[in-house]
């Protein structure tokens, strides 16, 4: 590879996380100098102000950057060291006995998080009500989807509702009780070793024990017990899969690359058959997978490196056909047959995302505005024209940026992820009087006594956790491993979807692990005079 390609290569990879470090940047001076100035619809209310959170974590990594440095100097005025590095870089090489230790506290989570549920969760309403009401039809009925006017709506969430059914199906066969609860442990199950993945991928990218720990505990603490996993929705159902694509993503250069390459894209898709947004972590790893090959083209032999393209490209076909494939075997067994004129499409939520009255949140108005139309092609048209309308509207410039704020507000300063705001998200409760369902629902319940330290637990957290992503801007290019910008890049990529899009801030928990990794990698930059860089493997 020539010296040219070598330093565009590693230029690009440097201003697409300074790209990612401003827009987190971007993002705190938002929260924090507007959190009252503007009227959001779609967060709760933290009764400590965001400035002050945002005081406290500054305050956190001022006290790491200046023990980071105390430390480096002593250990330069005790040996010439630049052995220190390589003395802590020896300390860290064998994880394997940490990563046990997380792999055993995996099953303890999981048991914790059933535990946390039990006690707290009752039947939600809006999508998920829609949902469940198929479920059980399908279950004890025999019933199909047909052409239900909801699904063909939101075409993606038959397949959630087929995958529920066979879950619920199973249950019953084994003689248990088909009802709510099943579905909300097999999400456990999902997002319990999400966090070991999470923790394997700050193992890859820093190299630094305590960045994995410390990832791991952030995971628990905001994603693991987070009352959103008493709620079986898409988002609890796809958290493992933009995780374990970036997790196999680190470890191709240690496995086999063509299984690597089958299995992210396959289960990439499957996350995507049940929420959309899943699909942009692969797009990202594609696109640069691609453009490292096209850098590194001429570097030795031609030949190979061809070979090696071809055969990750069958992998990717093979696993596109497969999911393809599978997707239509689910949409025969739940006899789905959507109304193609019935379909909302992106366009709408583009056009939603650009509304003033909800800050680009949910409006049923532009539900109904879109559904007017009486064809797909006509509400594509219409969604387009009025999304650049209101885009327009803005102008001048101060009332664009005025509703930005308020979007960004919407979509990033609430660490709940905006719990409990949906429609009828209360839906059915169900009585449980033991001291332990009392306690938790005192906390996790809008009425309940603790709620409000909850609140400000989870924004004081989730406020640290922007900080550190910030931390991303120190470094310099020589530092940089080109890994670590692609969960940067998927980090980013997430969150214009939801300034461009609907914004929601419950759309941002599938990609928490990698916001955490991000999070992970600019503590390491910040301290990095005293425990060096993670190195590309």
Request: overall charge positive.
């Amino acid at each position: 590879m020539s010296d040219r390609l070598f330093k565009a290569e590693k230029w690009f990879c440097r201003l697409a996380e300074l790209l990612f470090a401003v827009f987190v940047l971007g993002i705190l001076y938002v929260i924090i100098d507007n959190q009252y100035d503007h009227i959001f619809p779609y967060n709760n209310y933290c009764i400590v102000p965001n400035r002050y959170l945002f005081y406290g974590a500054a305050g956190v990594l001022c006290v790491l950057f200046v023990l980071a440095q105390g430390m480096h100097l002593i250990a330069a005025a005790k040996s010439k060291a630049p052995s220190l590095p390589r003395a802590h870089k020896e300390k860290q090489t064998d994880f394997r006995k940490l990563m046990r230790v997380l792999g055993i506290l995996t099953p303890v989570l999981f048991a914790a998080q059933v535990f946390v549920s039990y006690e707290i969760y009752f039947e939600s309403g809006w999508d998920v009500f829609k949902i469940m009401k198929m479920v059980y039809a399908m279950v004890f009925e025999g019933a199909k989807i047909g052409n239900a006017d909801y699904f063909s709506m939101c075409t993606n969430n038959f397949f959630l509702t087929g995958i529920f059914a066979g879950i619920l199906k199973a249950v019953n066969a084994l003689g248990f009780e088909a009802t709510y609860f099943p579905l909300i442990v097999f999400g456990c199950m999902l997002v319990a070793p999400t966090g070991w993945l999470l923790a394997d991928c700050v193992r890859m990218l820093t190299g630094r024990k305590d960045l994995v720990i410390g990832s791991w505990i952030l995971f628990v603490l905001l994603s693991g017990l987070s009352p959103w996993i008493s709620i079986p929705y898409s988002d609890t159902y796809t958290i493992f899969f933009p995780t374990f694509a970036i997790w196999a993503f680190l470890r191709i250069k240690e496995s086999n690359h063509v299984r690597m390459w089958f299995l992210i894209v396959f289960l990439s898709l499957i996350g995507y058959f049940i929420k959309p947004t899943v699909i942009l972590a692969l797009i990202v790893m594609v696109f640069f997978a691609g453009l490292h090959f096209l850098f590194h083209l001429k570097d030795g032999n031609r030949t190979e490196r061809l070979r090696y393209m071809g055969g990750n490209v069958l992998a990717v076909l093979v696993a596109v056909v497969l999911a393809l494939l599978l997707r239509a075997g689910m949409k025969q067994v739940t006899g789905f047959t959507p109304d193609p004129e019935r379909y909302l499409p992106p366009a709408h939520y583009f056009m939603m995302g650009w509304g003033y009255d909800y800050a680009g949140g949910y409006n049923q108005e532009d539900n109904n505005f879109s559904m007017d139309f009486p064809t797909t092609e006509a509400r594509v048209k219409g969604d387009i024209e009025e999304g650049i309308r209101r885009i327009k509207s803005y102008y001048p410039y101060n009332k664009l940026v005025h509703f930005i704020s308020r979007k960004m507000l919407n979509n990033f300063s609430d660490g709940t992820f905006a719990w409990g705001f949906e429609g009828g998200f209360y839906y059915i409760f169900r009585e449980n009087n033991t001291a332990p369902a009392k306690f938790l629902r005192s906390i996790f319940y809008h009425d309940g006594k603790y709620f409000d330290r909850f609140v400000a637990f989870a924004q004081a957290l989730w406020i640290l956790t922007l900080c550190m992503c910030a931390c991303n801007l120190f470094g310099g290019i020589r530092k940089r491993t080109g890994r670590d910008t692609i969960v940067m890049i998927s980090v980013l990529a997430i969150f214009c979807f939801v300034m461009v899009f609907e914004a929601r801030a419950r759309y941002l928990y599938l990609y928490t692990p990698l916001i955490y990794m991000a999070a992970a990698t600019g503590v390491a930059r910040l301290t990095s005079p005293v425990f060096g860089e993670a190195e590309e493997k």
